[in-house]
């Protein structure tokens, strides 16, 4: 019998508040963002590692403030209407990446962290690193983003480890056994992205081999991981 194309079941990802999972290394960014509007000169860099949820809680945020999203590494295309801003929540996403794209220039994020505070104004970027370490040749920019206040999410924990697990495994209308999700936990790097690349590859094997989404399946799969151990 010849192979079927699988049909593109996956639900679309959502930034729902209510699905982001608070542990002790992220609750204090969560406190900072649910502290809007109140924030220093309306102003808010959200900081931290590849995968460590920094897009779904800046999201849910820009959700709730109904702000205008800029991708920082988008095309010249995707640059800004500065003056149609002014007075509105502004989500600056990758703001330390600029640089991969014509979206933003140094002068633009001057101009858009100007207009915090002004007329209801706010903005909130996000980044890999402080702003204190971002890239810029623009005096002016320089002095403003090493005044941003920060709020910082740490690498990954159990919690929200297993959270992005669920979350990523329901997203594709799958339900593994449930001593699957410590048996990952105990074994994954510490990034929400590799627990996402983790639930593709146990997808794409269940069904290429036909077997139930249970650990013995990913002790096949995963089985060079780091901290394997025989059980």
Do not use: C
């Not at 971002?134 to 924990?157: H, K, M, Q």
């Amino acid at each position: 019998m010849s192979n079927q194309f699988r049909l593109p079941l996956a639900a679309t990802p959502t930034y729902a508040r209510e699905d982001f999972a608070v542990s002790p290394g992220n609750s204090d960014a969560v406190a900072r963002l649910d502290a809007w509007p109140d924030w220093s000169e309306g102003r808010l860099a959200l900081v931290g590692p590849a995968g460590s949820g920094k897009t779904h809680l800046a999201r849910a945020w820009a959700a709730r403030a109904d702000a205008v999203i800029i991708d920082a590494t988008g095309p010249a295309a995707a640059a800004p209407d500065l003056p149609a801003l002014r007075g509105k929540a502004i989500l600056v996403d990758d703001a330390d990446r600029r640089g991969e794209g014509q979206a933003l220039s140094d002068e633009a994020l001057f101009h858009i962290l100007n207009m915090a505070g002004v007329d209801g104004g706010t903005v909130l970027l996000t980044g890999r690193v402080a702003p204190l370490a971002w890239e810029t040749s623009v005096a002016d920019l320089r002095s403003r983003l090493n005044a941003l206040s920060v709020a910082a999410i740490e690498e990954p924990d159990d919690v929200v480890l297993e959270a992005v697990l669920r979350r990523a495994f329901a997203q594709r209308l799958l339900k593994p056994d449930p001593d699957l999700y410590p048996y990952l936990v105990s074994r994954l790097p510490r990034s929400a992205a590799e627990a996402i690349a983790a639930a593709d590859l146990l997808d794409e094997e269940a069904a290429e081999r036909r077997r139930e989404l249970n650990k013995a399946l990913a002790r096949d799969v995963l089985g060079d991981f780091e901290g394997e151990e025989e059980l």
